[in-house]
């Protein structure tokens, strides 16, 4: 059986499919974009949850077995109900995704103080764990997220204080601060609020669509670095897309679904191997953007246009190789560099 396989959500298909999963750490350049995979690990299998959910899609339960173990598990002796009941809890993959980052915590740049993150992390465990490494969350909510106003009026003589002002309502926009209008019919609105479920205040950057006169839509944000600013907020939540090119790449140029192993071990290797291609390739396009450099640069990166450039130099070696051709005076003229970049995405 292939290490690993379980049933995993795929957000393109909009539902679980048995399948595999790695967990990639990535550092991004917020300036210009390019994003590194600093870390890769494969998320393990849970059979216990894969099996349930490939019996219920194939048979329904059988109450009747269920109701005979129940009985049989009562009348076990109270000693052995201790012991089972001491019996340590299976990591979940939460914690899995947290040892993840904490052991790749020593390998981050030490100015990175800001960890960002999809929807899915917005539980209070992996908060929890990330605040707890003296890094700062950047996420998304629901729309409909739990939070509470932070009471800022006058307090009484005596008694508790105050700490809340009623449920955060997003559509009224009255109660939130009006950053900027972003572009037309798009605005930014913030404020510090109280999270119920994540226990602790946070910084919303709420995006306000309006540019449908019959439906609004808000895209919630937010942060537990309460004073960060709210459009820096939405600029680094942006850049987190980037690992998305990251999956892309690695699908369409470097091999990730191309495996053909089953081991554990020769798994990690395929996935490292790839992902640290796919870096290199970035670094040496970055050494062909350097000023001081007369190579033609790439104004974003592109796997594509890298992979012709690639493609293009081995073929002009070849054809100075074979037609025994001065290297030094062909690479010397002037419509060599447009000779490499032949068939490139223009940029």
Request: net charge positive.
């Amino acid at each position: 059986m292939t290490y690993g396989l379980d049933w995993f959500y795929n957000g393109s298909q909009s539902r679980t499919q048995k399948s595999l999963e790695i967990a990639v750490i990535a550092v991004i350049d917020v300036e210009s974009h390019p994003g590194y995979s600093l870390s890769v690990q494969q998320t393990p299998a849970s059979l216990a949850i894969g099996e349930a959910k490939a019996q219920n899609q194939c048979q329904s339960i059988r109450w009747a077995m269920i109701e005979q173990v129940r009985q049989q598990i009562e009348q076990l002796p109270s000693k052995a109900t201790t012991q089972a009941a001491e019996v340590a809890v299976e990591p979940t993959r939460i914690d899995v995704y947290l040892k993840q980052l904490q052991d790749s915590l020593p390998y981050l740049p030490t100015r990175i103080k800001h960890w960002v993150v999809d929807g899915f992390y917005s539980k209070k465990k992996f908060v929890d764990g990330v605040v707890a490494l003296n890094l700062q969350v950047i996420s998304k909510l629901r729309s409909d997220a739990d939070m509470r106003y932070l009471y800022t009026g006058v307090q009484k003589p005596r008694g508790a204080t105050r700490k809340y002002d009623g449920k955060v309502d997003l559509w009224d926009l009255n109660r939130l601060e009006r950053v900027r209008q972003l572009e037309p019919g798009l605005y930014l609105y913030t404020l510090v609020v109280w999270h119920v479920s994540l226990k602790r205040k946070i910084r919303i950057a709420a995006v306000v669509d309006t540019r449908k006169p019959e439906k609004t839509d808000i895209a919630l944000l937010f942060s537990t670095d309460i004073d960060l600013h709210s459009e820096v907020i939405l600029k680094y939540y942006k850049a987190r897309f980037q690992i998305e090119f990251i999956f892309r790449d690695t699908k369409q140029f470097t091999g990730l679904c191309d495996a053909q192993t089953r081991q554990a071990q020769t798994l990690d290797f395929h996935f490292n191997a790839l992902l640290s291609a796919l870096n290199l390739a970035k670094y040496e396009d970055q050494l062909r953007r350097d000023p001081g450099n007369q190579k033609q640069p790439l104004s974003f990166f592109s796997m594509a246009s890298y992979k012709r450039f690639a493609f293009n130099d081995h073929l002009l070696e070849r054809f100075i190789s074979m037609l025994e051709l001065n290297p030094t005076l062909i690479k010397s003229h002037p419509n060599y560099q447009n000779l490499r970049s032949y068939g490139i995405i223009s940029s």
